[in-house]
């Protein structure tokens, strides 16, 4: 089947569903393979694939076309995510913030020039995009964070530290929030700018995790000059922006599905673990399975119920929590059982037959910190669906008074690939 190329306009005005389906598999099955055929490294797969996505049409579905998208329906968009096979995610990953959390968060808040142009940069992989959110001082409380922009002429200057920032050592911008007026309460003094990675005082430095991966990352700024331009919302406004932000974090996450930066084992994997080692039909074994599936049709459940409020016009809320912490949940019981169908002996793996499933166990413990630490799910649940008294919050200024930040004559640059 040929694709024609996509320039920004759609190939089909409004296709029909199932014909739309047609060519979304028929995609995924030859032209996937192909492009990623002697491509190694991680941000060279990621821009071969959503590069090739981008020009046949099927790259940001459902996105505006000023922003690069095809401005479809969110059945195409569905269609899309349904199709996707495991290789074309896997290689996907260092795009999925940009595409699914940052860019639709952008256009939620209204910076439409920005959009329009970075938009097709994010949905081609032209260009990676990070989140530079949490900081050392700032995790579980994300309004304490205490890296400052200072403004200048042009622009600003920002100082300060950033942490667990998946695939900044790869992304060509962040999107970052930064504190603007320290004198002002913690939620109203801050503000959010699109800083360039590549700009002079940005130093990345990976994170070694157990797969052997290098994904999250440190992210020192040092006097790092942004401009004016790349204001993402108001002076500020950017607690706003970052809720958001988040939002759409959570619902990326939550959503059931092989579409996320990481994702729990699934059922279906576990079904061929213990139907390779012949122990289907021990009575613990299908008990543990059927909690498996129910945990994993509940996720499902309510990520379609938060997807249908996103795709009303609804503010997302936290009931995107919900989501995320059972996504969590799944992905450590999961690998729990993964390891107990597949390794019967307790030992380790052998040979190539498990290293894909033993990737995954080593890789599941991640989904705890992105989109926020189950204890900060809890909290805004318990905040604000159950309407428990709030946590006694700390204002960052009686915490510390200076951002500890890495000295300039320390500073080797942004980091190579993975």
Not at 11 to 24: A, G
Not at 298 to 308: C, E, F, G, K
Not at 333 to 344: D, I, K, Q, S, V
Request: with cysteine; hydrophobic share 40%; proline share 5%.
């Amino acid at each position: 089947m040929a694709y024609p190329t996509f320039e920004g306009r759609s190939m089909i005005q409004r296709p029909d569903l199932e014909d739309f389906r047609t060519q979304s598999r028929e995609f995924f099955a030859r032209e996937v393979p192909a492009v990623l055929h002697g491509v190694d490294a991680p941000v060279d797969r990621a821009r071969a694939v959503r590069g090739a996505l981008h020009r046949a049409g099927f790259s940001g579905v459902s996105i505006p076309e000023y922003a690069g998208g095809r401005g479809l329906s969110a059945d195409h968009e569905d269609i899309v995510t349904d199709e996707a096979t495991t290789l074309a995610v896997t290689a996907d990953r260092p795009a999925f913030l940009g595409v699914n959390v940052i860019l639709p968060a952008l256009i939620d808040v209204g910076a439409a020039e920005l959009v329009a142009e970075v938009g097709p940069r994010i949905l081609s992989a032209d260009a990676i995009a990070c989140q530079l959110f949490s900081e050392p001082d700032a995790g579980s409380d994300l309004a304490g964070v205490m890296t400052r922009a200072t403004e200048v002429d042009g622009g600003w200057r920002v100082q300060g530290q950033k942490v667990w920032t998946s695939y900044a050592h790869l992304a060509d911008f962040g999107l970052a929030l930064v504190r603007t007026d320290p004198e002002a309460p913690k939620h109203s003094g801050l503000t959010m700018l699109l800083i360039d990675m590549n700009a002079p005082g940005v130093t990345v430095r990976p994170i070694k995790q157990m797969t052997g991966d290098g994904e999250f990352n440190e992210v020192f700024l040092d006097n790092v000059f942004v401009r004016a331009d790349r204001l993402v919302g108001t002076v500020g406004g950017g607690w706003k922006v970052a809720g958001t932000v988040l939002g759409h974090e959570r619902l990326a996450i939550s959503r059931s599905g092989g579409v996320g930066v990481r994702n729990p084992i699934s059922v279906r994997e576990l079904v061929d673990l213990v139907t390779r080692h012949d122990t289907i039909s021990v009575p613990d074994v299908q008990s543990s399975l059927l909690d498996a599936w129910m945990g994993e049709r509940t996720a499902a459940i309510l990520s379609r119920q938060t997807t249908v409020q996103a795709r009303s016009g609804l503010p997302l809320g936290p009931e995107t929590s919900l989501g995320k912490m059972h996504r969590t949940r799944n992905a450590f019981r999961n690998a729990r059982l993964a390891t107990e169908f597949g390794l019967p002996c307790g030992g380790a793996w052998i040979g190539d037959e498990y290293a894909g499933t033993a990737y995954e166990i080593l890789n599941s413990p991640g989904m705890a910190f992105g989109g926020g630490t189950d204890d900060i799910q809890r909290n805004i649940v318990a905040e604000r669906i159950l309407g428990l008294p709030r946590e006694q919050a700390v204002d960052p200024r009686d915490r510390r008074t200076a951002v500890g930040h890495q000295s300039s004559s320390q500073s080797t640059g942004k980091a190579g690939e993975q």
